[in-house]
C-alpha cells in the first residue's frame, strides 16, 4: 500500500471504501510494532482528507490512536502524534482527543530532549517525538479548554524548554502553541514570567518566515501587557519588527509584524526607537493594497504614533492623512482604529486638522455614529472632538453636517458608557458655537444630560459636567436642569470633579438654584476648590458662592 500515491483523494476512498480503515485501526490494538508502525505510516497520510479524518473518528479510532501515545517505541509515538495532528482539525476531534487523556500524554512527549540546545545522534528520534507532540498541540490548542488542559498538564515550562531548541522544525510548531494560547491572560503571564519573550525576540531574526511571523503574532498577542513590551525593548526586539515591514508579499507574515508594531507602541520609550529605524514612513506605505488584517494593524500602530507631537508632523509630510479614506470601509476593527488615528492627527492645528477636513473626514468620521457597533460610535465621537476643536469655523462645520446634531442628542440614549462618555465630550466642544447650542436645545440635549448627572461612574461624570456647564450658558437651560433634579446631583460631584464648580457656576445664576446648591451643602466644597490649582475652578467655585450668598435670595 505504500508503493500507492496516498495522498490522491481516489486512494484514500478507495481504502475506506473497502473496509481498510478498520483494518489499519484494528492493527494499532495488536501490540505488534512493526504492524503499528506500517498502519500509522499509512494513516497519517490519508487522514488528510477531511473525510477520512471523519470516518476515524466515527470508527472511534481517535482513541485507539491516544492509547499508543505512551508505546515504548519512539517511533510509534511519533508517528500516532503526526496522525492526531492531522486529524486534529475539527472540533469533534480535538474534543475526543482531550476527553480521552490525550493533552496530557502529548505534553509529556514534549519532555522526551533532555536538553534541547545540546543533542547527541542518538536522540535525534527524542526531537522527532516532542516535534510530533507539539504538532498535535498547535491543532488542539484552537480550543479554549485545550488551552487550558495544555497549561494544568505543565505543557508552559516544556514548550518554554524547547524555544531553546536549534531546529526550526521544532520551534515553529512550540511557537505555534504559544501564539495561539497567548489569547488568554494566564498563558500571557506564564509567558512573561518564565523568560520567553527574551527566546521569542531572538527567533524574530531567524531566517524562515513562518516561524519570524509566529514569534510576531505571539509578541502582539502578549504585548497588551507593559513588562512584555519593556521585555522586547530590553532584548532589543524593535528594529527586528520593523525590519519585517519589508516583507510585503508576506501578508501573515506582515499582518502579524504590524500588530507586534501596533501593541508595542503603546510605550512611548518604544515609539521613539521605532522612529529611529523610520517605522512610521514603512506604516505609512503600508495604507494601500493591503488586506483589511493589515490595515487595521497599521492604522492602530499610527493612533500611537500620533499621540507624540512631532510624529503628527512626519504623518502629514508621509501623506499618511490619506488613512481618512478607510473611513468608508465595514471592518468595525478597522473604523475603530482609523477613527483614533484621524482623532490623533487632528489635534495638530496647523494643517492636519484642515487637511482631514479637506479629504472630507469630519462628514465621513460623524456619518459613523450611525455604526451599529458601540466602539466604533465612541471612537467616532472621540475623534470628532478635537476635529471640531481645531476647525476654522467649527459651528458652520458642524451645520452642513445635515441631521448631525440631532443624530448626537440621540446618542445620550445609549447604554454604554463609553458612548455617552465620548459623546458628552462631542456636545461640550459642539456647544461653545451658540447657534448649534440653540439646536442641541431644541432636540432636548438638556433633560438628557440631566438624567445622566444620576450615573455613578466618575468617567462619565466628569465629561457630563463639561457638556451641562457649556449647555448652561443658552437662554433657560440652567433652570431646566435645576428642575430636572441635575443640580443636588452635580454638588455631589465636587469632591472628586472639580470642574463641577463650572457647572454649579453657570447654574448658581439662577435663585432657584442657588437654594437648592446651598440646601444641599455646596459651600464648604467649593470653598476647598477655591484653593485648586487651575485657575478655572478657582474663578469658578468663588463666583458660585459669592451669587449662593447674595443678600435677599434667602
Not at 516535534?131 to 518554554?160: D, F, Q, T, Y
Not at 498563558?187 to 512573561?192: L, N, P, Q, S
Not at 505609512?284 to 497599521?298: F, I
Not at 449647555?471 to 443636588?488: D, I, L, P, Q
Request: proline letters at 3%; one cysteine or more.
Amino acid at each position: 500500500m505504500m508503493d500507492l500515491n496516498l495522498m490522491e483523494e481516489t486512494c484514500q476512498l478507495a481504502i475506506r471504501d473497502t473496509g481498510g480503515l478498520e483494518v489499519l485501526l484494528n492493527l494499532l490494538d495488536t501490540g505488534h510494532i512493526r504492524s503499528m508502525i506500517g498502519s500509522l505510516k499509512i494513516l497519517k497520510q490519508i487522514c488528510h482528507n477531511p473525510q477520512i479524518r471523519r470516518s476515524i473518528v466515527d470508527m472511534s479510532g481517535l482513541q485507539s490512536i491516544v492509547k499508543i501515545l505512551d508505546s515504548t517505541s519512539k517511533e510509534v509515538k511519533a508517528l500516532a502524534a503526526e496522525s492526531l495532528a492531522n486529524m486534529a482539525r475539527f472540533r469533534r476531534a480535538r474534543r475526543t482527543v482531550r476527553q480521552h487523556g490525550g493533552i496530557e500524554k502529548l505534553v509529556q512527549l514534549l519532555g522526551c530532549i533532555p536538553d534541547p540546545a545540546k543533542l547527541s545522534t542518538s536522540q535525534e528520534m527524542d526531537v522527532e517525538v516532542a516535534r510530533c507532540g507539539a504538532l498535535v498541540l498547535w491543532s488542539c490548542s484552537r480550543s479554549r479548554r485545550n488551552k487550558e488542559a495544555i497549561r494544568k498538564a505543565g505543557g508552559i515550562p516544556l514548550l518554554g524548554r524547547l524555544l531553546q531548541s536549534p531546529n526550526e522544525n521544532v520551534l515553529i510548531p512550540v511557537v505555534g502553541i504559544l501564539q495561539e494560547c497567548a489569547v488568554q491572560e494566564s498563558y500571557r503571564a506564564a509567558i512573561h514570567t518564565g523568560g520567553l519573550i527574551k527566546d521569542l525576540v531572538k527567533n524574530l531574526s531567524s531566517n524562515n518566515n513562518e516561524l519570524q511571523m509566529h514569534c510576531a503574532s505571539a509578541i502582539f498577542k502578549c504585548a497588551d501587557e507593559k513588562e512584555t513590551r519593556d521585555l522586547v525593548r530590553m532584548y532589543k526586539g524593535l528594529q527586528p519588527l520593523v525590519s519585517l515591514l519589508a516583507k510585503v508579499d508576506n501578508k501573515q507574515l506582515l499582518a502579524a509584524a504590524t500588530g507586534a508594531i501596533w501593541k508595542c507602541s503603546l510605550s512611548p520609550e518604544n515609539v521613539a526607537i521605532f522612529q529611529e529605524h523610520e517605522a512610521l514612513e514603512s506604516l505609512v506605505g503600508l495604507l494601500t493594497d493591503q488586506p483589511e488584517e493589515v490595515l487595521v494593524n497599521v492604522a492602530g500602530a499610527l493612533a500611537e504614533f500620533a499621540q507624540i507631537p512631532a510624529n503628527k508632523v512626519t504623518i502629514q509630510k508621509c501623506g499618511g492623512i490619506k488613512l481618512v479614506n478607510l473611513l468608508t470601509g465595514t471592518n468595525q476593527a478597522l473604523l475603530v482604529n482609523v477613527t483614533k488615528a484621524v482623532g490623533a492627527c487632528a489635534t495638530d492645528k496647523n494643517n492636519n486638522s484642515v487637511i482631514i477636513d479637506q479629504l472630507d473626514g469630519v462628514r465621513l468620521v460623524w456619518s459613523l455614529l450611525k455604526n451599529r457597533s458601540a466602539d466604533v460610535q465612541s471612537s467616532a465621537a472621540w475623534a470628532l472632538c478635537p476635529c471640531i476643536e481645531n476647525a476654522k469655523d467649527a459651528g458652520e462645520l458642524v451645520r452642513s453636517l445635515v441631521g448631525g446634531l440631532e443624530l448626537i442628542v440621540k446618542l445620550l440614549k445609549s447604554t454604554n458608557k463609553e458612548v455617552l462618555a465620548s459623546v458628552c465630550a462631542a456636545v461640550a466642544k459642539i456647544a461653545k458655537d451658540k447657534e448649534n447650542l440653540a439646536v442641541l436645545t431644541d432636540y432636548g440635549v438638556v433633560p438628557l444630560l440631566a438624567k445622566l448627572t444620576n450615573t455613578t461612574d466618575d468617567r462619565l461624570r466628569h465629561y457630563v459636567t463639561e457638556a451641562v456647564s457649556r449647555c448652561c450658558t443658552w437662554g433657560s437651560n440652567s433652570v431646566t436642569f435645576g428642575e430636572a433634579g441635575a443640580v443636588a446631583q452635580l454638588v455631589t460631584y465636587l469632591r472628586i470633579h472639580e470642574n463641577a464648580a463650572v457647572a454649579l457656576h453657570e447654574m448658581s445664576k439662577n435663585p432657584s438654584n442657588c437654594i437648592i446648591m446651598y440646601e444641599a451643602g455646596v459651600v464648604e466644597p467649593l470653598i476647598h476648590i477655591m484653593g485648586s490649582d487651575v485657575k478655572e475652578f478657582q474663578e469658578a467655585a468663588a463666583s458660585c458662592v459669592c451669587n449662593i450668598l447674595q443678600p435677599g435670595r434667602y
